[in-house]
Nanobody, 125 residues
């Protein structure tokens, strides 16, 4: 059974930073692309960032977070991180970690076959 467990969410003021982590129980973790998505109240789930399999040589970001968020992976610790800086109130959402068996870490949610339960991030103005 595959599980993805997110952590690191919380309540912060605008301009602050947070680091989200996702611990995966994937035996072949390095073969999976990994991604972060988010869903704000009343809105559809949207792609935030993705990283390709292996060393994670390819990374992808939504335009709304480029330059502020950084995705990284640690295959030895079977973990993926999302470093978030200069947070804005519009970043408020539940953030989900997901695993992509195609290995790309793209923005296509249909490519992801394992999802975490999510962690709440709230940014106050």
């Amino acid at each position: 059974q595959v599980t993805l467990v997110e952590s690191g969410g919380g309540l912060v003021q605008a301009g602050a930073s947070l680091r989200l982590s996702c611990a995966a129980s994937l035996r072949t973790f390095s073969s999976y692309g990994m991604g972060w998505f988010r869903q704000a109240p009343g809105k559809e789930r949207e792609f935030v960032a993705g990283i390709s399999r292996g060393a994670g040589s390819s990374t992808y970001y939504a335009d709304s977070v480029k330059g502020r968020f950084t995705i990284s992976r640690d295959n030895a610790k079977i973990t993926v991180h999302l470093q978030m800086s200069s947070l804005k109130p519009e970043d408020t959402a539940v953030y989900y970690c997901a695993a992509d068996h195609y290995g790309l870490g793209s923005g296509d949610a249909h490519s992801y076959d394992h999802w975490g339960q999510g962690t709440q991030v709230t940014v106050s103005s």
